[in-house]
């Protein structure tokens, strides 16, 4: 499987969220990249956190195309890949889901 670790911490990390009430079962998206390997785990589409499984996360190369993974990537693949490509110390993006009150915009959370 490729990016075990990086699929596994989506995985964790997503339930986090959804336990410390940052978002809920299907809110919002989480990336991981590995430079290294020029690869990029993500959460895939409508699927709630707590039933979300390593395997289905996806993986994408730099460019989108999915590498490895039988679920829908998270339609919002293009912002991570553009934001992972300019922001050379990310990690780990979280892109909340849009709040009411905020006019329908939300900000990227990375580390």
């Known amino acids: 499987m490729l990016l075990e670790e990086e699929r596994n911490y989506i995985v964790d990390f997503g339930k986090k969220l959804v336990t410390a009430k940052l978002t809920t079962g299907t809110g919002g998206d989480l990336s991981m990249i590995n430079r290294s390997k020029k690869q990029v785990a993500i959460s895939s589409s409508g699927l709630n956190y707590f039933k979300t499984r390593p395997m289905d996360v996806v993986i994408t190369d730099m460019d989108g195309r999915v590498e490895e993974g039988s679920c829908k990537p998270s339609s919002e693949l293009k912002f991570h890949l553009d934001r ?28």
């Open 84 to 111: 992972i490509s300019r922001q050379p110390f990310t990690r780990i993006l979280f892109m909340p889901p849009p709040l009411p009150a905020s006019g329908g915009t939300s900000r990227p959370y990375t580390t």
